[in-house]
Each structure stands twice: as structure tokens, then as C-alpha cells.
């Protein structure tokens, strides 16, 4: 059941995924009910189906056939009265396809709504069924700490904690799920995992779009809430986590969690010196003339939401301490890319290169997306009579290797929800402590008005984010290439 189903994120995402998991047959006996506010009929809602999985609209029968299981139930989820004709669907559902009452709640809706959603599928008999039923909500998960633990409540009287699927999609992404396994399947890597050898860590998650048409959402949440407190975060908690003791949902999130229990709090005075804020402005991206934020629809001229933020996290335990993780997100920047790049400690003397400063430290670049793969970069004998070295790289191209598109990660979270397998979802628990890392800093912000916009669009932010680095003594190693030969 697709709560939001007229929706972005179902059209974009979520049909899509379903019918990949329908042709590997991994989806078995099914049907979906779309609910939304506007009325449709079934056959309007599968038409709007097949559009999203095949918008060239060629004939194709075995989209037919996976877009006759969708019906659509016109509803308002604030309104009581229709749970009861939404619970006769599903069950006559149940029994048309022999669905043994297996339910999947998917809420693909603003976070406002979760709550109400939740009790009344409890209260009108939804999920009074013999089979499974399993909660997924999207993020953000609530608006604070204090928001999400009405929430959290609200919908623990309907669904148990093992019963909430939180989404975080960057979770299942193929490169995202590669970090533990880079980390704890390699026997180099391990050793040098800590603050002995690793001089700072880089997560960058740009994008190129703006807001689009989520301006009303963007408008409450900025990038803070919309990717810091929850995909960068995550990120960040896989590389920083200690092995776990078996790859069980668990013990992951038990790992994980600890990582959000070791990050520094950021106090009130110390927000402004650890974290970059920025508004997009007008300028051009591909060569189109593109506007600022405080100008696009649903946007306030006078919006103080950040588009972008930039800062430095610690993690006071032993593997870390001193280790400074530096993230960076943001809307309208140069280019399209999610990469983490761990930069290794400088070698206590140069031998080869007589010139100051010239070493090249070894990095390890994980790039998540667009090009998904792990390149090495270290230093090699320069070819020739010299007894100089340079940087060379070994890279290891995931869609290269496997000739396989890897499959979306909408895709792979459903079929996990779909086995039961909660691994790559967030639990409470992280989502609690993450919230009140990123309270603090929301807290100042809100009450501090920012010159706004302060940064070009088609640049990599605002400039401050760089002198983050610098002060430390490091700088942003560049995303497009990584090649430190430029640097
Ligand atoms: N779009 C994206 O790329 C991503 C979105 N998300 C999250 O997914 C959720 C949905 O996002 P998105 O699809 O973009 O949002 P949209 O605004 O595009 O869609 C919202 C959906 O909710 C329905 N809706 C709104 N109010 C009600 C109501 N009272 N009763 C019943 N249906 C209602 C709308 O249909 P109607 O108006 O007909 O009722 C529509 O189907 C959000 O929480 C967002 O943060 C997360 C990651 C990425
Ligand atoms: O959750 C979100 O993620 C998207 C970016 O996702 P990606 O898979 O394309 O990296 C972001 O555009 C959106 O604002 C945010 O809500």
C-alpha cells in the first residue's frame, strides 16, 4: 500500500524499482494500492504506472501485466471515514491474489503525516492481518529530536521497532553497502583504519539540481535536515563504525549507533567555526542561466534555508580521536557526486623528491555515484634515469567488473523489506542521536539571519567551506577527478 502514490518519489522511484524486482521475479504473489487525495480511476493510476516504467510508452505486455496488480483508492489520510473502504480492499486483495494477509505500509508522504496514517491503520483494522506487516517511512523522520519522538510514539502504537522500516536510500546503494565490506573483507585496510595512520576524512554528496518543485518541503527542512542529519551522517557511521561481531541487523546498528554516541556535540558558540552554511544564487549550469534559490516558486525572497553545508565532525574514541570527517552537501554545485575520500598520513620524510611540500599522500577514494567503483592513489618510481616518485592509482570500477547496472537502491531496500531484512534501515536509536547532533546546530542558525545567497551556482559553495579546510591545513580534494597530480 503506497501512501503518496501520485507523488515525485513514487513515479520516480518507487515504480520503477517494484517493476525491476517484478521481471527478477522477486516480488512473487503481489498487488498495490496507490492512495492519494486526487481521484483516479484503476485504470488511470496503471496508465500512470506504465508512463513511469516505460515513458516512451511502446507496447510491452509484461508491463501490462505487472501494471494490472496496481488499484488506486482515492483518500485523505486525515480523514477518518475511509480507512474502513481502504481495509475491504485490502482484504479482498488479500484473497484475490492469495497474499496470505503479508502487508507492507509504504508512507511516501510528508513527514507531518506518518502519525495519523499509523494510528488509523491500526484503528480501522489494517494491520489486524494473519500475515506480516511492516511500516516504511521516508526521511526526514520527523523536523527535530523532539518532533520524531511524537512521531516514534505515534507510530509504535500501531507497528512494533521491528516492524519500522526507516528508509535512508543512500543505504542501499551498491557503493554505500561496499564501505563495510572494502573495510572489513581486506586485510590492508583494517591496520591503517584509525587515527595512527588516516590524517582526515572527506564525504562530499553534490548535486547539480535545485530545488525543483520541493521548495514548500525544502523551505522547512534545507540541506541540515534534507541530507546531513541522515545520508551524510550514515555515511559517516559506516566509516567510522568498529567491525561488527556477525553481519546481523543488530549488531550493524548497534556499531553504528555507537558512532553517533562518540560524535562530538557541537556547542552553540562552536557551530559557526565547525559549520558552513550557503544559499545558492543565480548562474549557470550547463550553460543554462539557472536562478537562486530565493527566487524559485514556493521559495521565500527572504529565505534564510541553507541549500548548502559544509562541516567538520569528530569522533572522540579511541580508533578517532583527532581525525576530523569533513562533509560537505549542496543544491546547484559543480557537479553531481558522492565520493568519500580517506587521506592517509604524510610518510615522516620524502626520500625521492627534494622539493618541499611535493608528497602526495596516499588516498583511498570510494565514489559512490555517479561512477560507482574504489580508486588507490599512491606513489610509484617515475619512469626514467630519475629517482623521483609519482602518483599513480589503482581503480576498481563496480559497473566495469560486473557488466550489470547495479540495481537502484530503492530497489534493493524493497526487496529487503519485502525478506524482512531491516539491516539497511535506520533504527531509532540512530535516528535520536543524529537528530540532537543536528539540533544544535539548526538551533543557532534559526535564530542567526545569514547574508544569503552567498554562493554561485555551478560553484562548489561558498567560500568559507574551503577556509574550513584550510585552517586545518588541509583542502577539498576535487570530485570531478581525483587527480593529485593537479592538487
Ligand atoms: N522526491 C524525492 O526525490 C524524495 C522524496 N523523499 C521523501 O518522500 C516523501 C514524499 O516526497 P515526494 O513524493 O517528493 O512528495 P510529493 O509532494 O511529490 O507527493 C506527495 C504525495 O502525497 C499525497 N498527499 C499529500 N497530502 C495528502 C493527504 N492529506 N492525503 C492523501 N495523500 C496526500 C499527494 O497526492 P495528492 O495531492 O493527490 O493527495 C502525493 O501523492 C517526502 O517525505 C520526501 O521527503 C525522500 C527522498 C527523495
Ligand atoms: O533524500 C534526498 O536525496 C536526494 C539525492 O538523492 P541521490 O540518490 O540522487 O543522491 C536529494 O535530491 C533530495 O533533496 C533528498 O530529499
Known amino acids: 500500500m503506497i501512501f503518496g502514490a501520485t507523488g515525485d518519489l513514487a513515479k520516480r522511484k518507487l515504480f520503477p524499482s517494484?517493476?525491476?524486482l517484478f521481471k527478477k521475479e522477486q516480488l512473487g504473489r503481489f498487488a498495490v494500492i496507490g492512495v492519494a487525495r486526487r481521484t483516479l480511476t484503476n485504470e488511470e493510476f496503471q496508465n500512470n504506472v506504465k508512463q513511469s516504467v516505460n515513458p516512451d510508452g511502446a507496447e510491452n505486455s509484461e508491463i501490462d501485466e505487472f501494471a494490472s496488480r496496481f488499484y488506486y483508492h482515492s483518500h485523505d489520510v486525515t480523514d477518518s471515514n475511509s480507512y474502513a473502504a481502504l481495509n475491504r480492499l485490502a482484504t479482498e486483495m488479500d484473497s484475490h491474489y492469495g497474499?496470505?494477509?503479508?502487508?507492507?505500509?509504504?508512507?511516501?508522504?510528508?513527514?507531518e503525516f506518518f502519525g495519523t496514517i499509523a494510528e488509523h491503520l491500526k484503528l480501522d483494522g489494517l494491520t489486524e492481518t494473519q500475515g506480516f506487516k511492516r511500516l516504511v517511512i521516508e526521511k526526514p523522520f520527523g523536523h527535530d529530536l523532539d518532533s520524531a519522538k511524537v512521531l516514534n510514539n505515534q507510530i509504535r502504537t500501531a507497528f512494533s521497532e521491528d516492524e519500522i522500516y526507516r528508509i535512508d536510500h543512500y543505504l542501499g546503494k551498491e557503493m554505500v553497502q561496499n564501505i563495510e565490506v572494502i573495510r572489513f573483507a581486506?586485510?590492508?585496510?583494517?591496520?591503517?583504519?584509525?587515527?595512527?595512520?588516516?590524517?582526515?576524512?572527506?564525504v562530499t554528496s553534490s548535486e547539480v539540481l535545485g530545488v525543483e518543485e520541493r521548495g514548500r518541503y525544502y523551505e522547512k527542512s534545507g540541506a541540515l535536515r534534507d541530507m546531513v542529519q541522515n545520508h551524510m551522517l550514515q555515511m559517516v557511521a559506516l566509516l567510522a563504525m568498529e567491525p561488527p561481531i556477525r553481519l546481523t541487523t543488530?549488531?550493524?546498528?548497534?556499531?553504528?549507533?555507537?558512532?553517533f554516541r562518540a560524535l562530538r556535540p557541537i556547542k552553540d558558540s562552536d557551530v559557526n567555526q565547525y559549520f558552513v552554511r550557503g544559499q545558492y544564487g543565480k548562474g549557470k549550469i550547463q550553460d543554462l542561466e539557472v536562478p537562486a534559490y530565493n527566487q524559485e516558486e514556493m521559495v521565500s525572497p527572504e529565505s534564510n534555508t541553507e541549500t548548502f553545508v559544509a562541516g567538520r565532525l569528530m569522533i572522540d574514541n579511541f580508533r578517532w580521536a583527532g581525525v576530523p570527517f569533513y562533509i560537505r552537501t549542496g543544491k546547484r554545485m559543480a557537479a553531481k557526486s558522492t565520493k568519500i575520500v580517506v587521506q592517509f598520513k604524510d610518510i615522516p620524510m620524502d626520500l625521492y623528491n627534494k622539493?618541499?611540500?611535493s608528497v602526495n599522500p596516499n588516498l583511498l577514494v570510494i565514489h559512490i555515484q555517479p561512477e560507482e567503483g574504489i580508486t588507490l592513489y599512491f606513489n610509484a618510481k617515475r619512469s626514467g634515469q630519475s629517482l623521483n616518485s609519482t602518483p599513480v592509482k589503482l581503480s576498481y570500477a563496480n559497473k566495469g567488473i560486473d557488466g550489470l547496472n547495479t540495481p537502484e537502491a530503492y530497489e534493493k531496500l524493497l526487496y529487503d523489506c519485502l525478506r524482512g531484512d531491516a539491516t539497511n534501515f535506520t533504527h531509532w536509536d540512530e535516528v535520536a542521536l543524529s537528530w540532537s547532533f543536528v539540533d544544535n546546530i539548526s538551533a543557532v542558525w534559526e535564530n542567526e539571519k545569514e547574508s544569503f545567497p552567498n554562493y554561485e551556482s555551478g560553484t562548489m559553495g561558498p567560500k568559507a567551506a574551503d577556509e574550513l579546510l584550510e585552517k586545518d591545513g588541509f583542502f577539498w580534494w576535487p570530485v570531478t577527478d581525483l587527480d593529485v597530480e593537479t592538487c
Open 250 to 259: 543488530d549488531e550493524v546498528r548497534s556499531e553504528k549507533v555507537r558512532v
Open 99 to 111: 497474499l496470505k494477509g503479508n502487508r507492507i505500509f509504504y508512507l511516501a508522504m510528508a513527514p
Open 355 to 357: 622539493q618541499e611540500g
Open 186 to 202: 581486506n586485510a590492508i585496510f583494517e591496520p591503517l583504519w584509525n587515527n595512527r595512520f588516516i590524517s582526515n576524512i572527506q
Open 18 to 20: 517494484l517493476y525491476n
